[in-house]
Nanobody, 115 residues
Framework: QVQLVESGGGLVQPGGSLTLSCAASGSVNSRNVMGWYRQAPGKQRELVAMITAGGTTNYVDSVKGRFTISRVNAKNTVYLQMNSLKPEDTAVYFC?????????WGQGTQVTVSS
């Protein structure tokens, strides 16, 4: 089993920045892929960014140039640096870890972008 704990959400004004963290513990596979998803009220959950164990990244178009995903393998932690935040970035952000047939989700952290 793997446990994922997110932190770093909160309320921020448009144009501001936040950094989310997700720490994995338990039977973590070092070759796992880690990613951030978000779900806004009334919308489907969407992949925001993902990063492989080797550091290859991928982003949804709406956050390219504003968000940066990174990971520290020694700490089993993935980060999401979010800059130039917009009201449409408001959502619950979830961390996911997956490898092979196994996948794990965090409990989510709320990000609200509002003046």
């Amino acid at each position: 089993q793997v446990q994922l704990v997110e932190s770093g959400g909160g309320l921020v004004q448009p144009g501001g920045s936040l950094t989310l963290s997700c720490a994995a513990s338990g039977s973590v596979n070092s070759r796992n892929v880690m990613g951030w998803y978000r779900q806004a009220p009334g919308k489907q959950r969407e992949l925001v960014a993902m990063i492989t164990a080797g550091g290859t990244t991928n982003y949804v178009d709406s956050v390219k140039g504003r968000f940066t995903i990174s990971r520290v393998n020694a700490k089993n932690t993935v980060y999401l640096q979010m800059n130039s935040l917009k009201p449409e970035d408001t959502a619950v952000y979830f961390c996911r870890s997956w490898y092979g047939n196994g996948e794990y989700w965090g409990q989510g952290t709320q990000v609200t972008v509002s003046s």
